[in-house]
């Protein structure tokens, strides 16, 4: 009897005793992006691309449609990027310089004055620059195109590097990958710049750098 009815009470105190749960946490921190920490990280942008810091906060690099992925816009990123470094060259070499040959009809330090000088007294250089901007996108388009189906081709990967920077050290190819993103997106707000700034002020870049300059020191 005693020890039935001490059983009995051993039962009826571990009725009352905290119950031990085992805790097993579901809740996964989700990787951040690198560019908006109180994002989380989109999830195609691991980092594997040059450049890649996990910005995208419209979404972008999901869509997956009408031929549009992430291969096709990074493909687009990296010729924007080229065209946009080639452009602000342009802009600031002709301004300093002076026009190329066969184009003195362009006299204005602002760019977009000078490229309608040039449509007046040479509209067949416009031309010529549109039929050669259709031939590089048509090979760029199948380059990309074909790239995409064989996942042979990186985006943006034409084999163009005569002097031989990309050979040899594959860290130092990957840094100037890196270099090139970087650059070419800093070169693409230049270049918007550039154009926004002369449509308003009819001003070469270095022509309105140096007013400013002026009028902050005077």
């Known amino acids: 009897m005693k020890i039935t009815a001490l059983s009995l009470l051993a039962g009826s105190a571990a009725a009352f005793a905290p119950a031990q749960v085992a805790r097993t946490s579901t809740a996964l921190s989700a990787e951040k992006s690198k560019a908006l920490p109180f994002m989380n990280r ?21 869509i997956d449609d009408v031929g549009i992925d992430l291969y096709w816009l990074r493909e687009a ?19 300093a310089f002076g026009p190329a040959p066969g184009c003195e ?3 204005a330090k602002c760019q977009t004055d000078a490229f309608w000088q040039i449509w007046n007294s040479h509209p067949q250089y416009i031309v010529a ?8 996108e ?3 388009g199948i380059a990309a195109t074909s790239g995409r189906e064989s996942g042979d081709r990186a985006p943006g990967d ?16 990957e840094r100037l990958k890196a270099q090139e993103v970087a650059n070419g997106r ?14 308003q002020t009819h001003m070469g870049g270095i022509e309105a750098m140096s007013a ?7």
Do not use: Y
């Not at 989109?42 to 999901?62: C, E, I, K, Y």
């Not at 990123?77 to 301004?95: N, P, S, W, Y």
């Not at 400013?212 to 005077?218: A, E, H, I, T, V």
């Open 129 to 136: 620059g549109l039929i050669m901007i259709m031939m590089v």
């Open 77 to 95: 990123e990296i010729k924007h990027c080229r065209v946009a470094m080639m452009a602000v060259t342009g802009f600031l070499q002709v301004e």
């Open 105 to 107: 009809a362009a006299t």
């Open 158 to 173: 034409f084999g163009l590097d005569p002097l031989g920077f990309m050979k040899g050290d594959p860290a130092k190819a």
């Open 42 to 62: 989109p999830p195609l942008l691991d980092g594997s691309m040059a450049g890649d810091v996990g910005f995208d906060p419209l979404g972008l690099s999901n």
């Open 186 to 199: 800093l070169a693409m707000w230049a270049a918007s710049g550039l154009i926004l700034q002369g449509c």
């Open 138 to 140: 048509a090979v760029s």
């Open 212 to 218: 400013s300059l002026n009028d902050n020191m005077f």
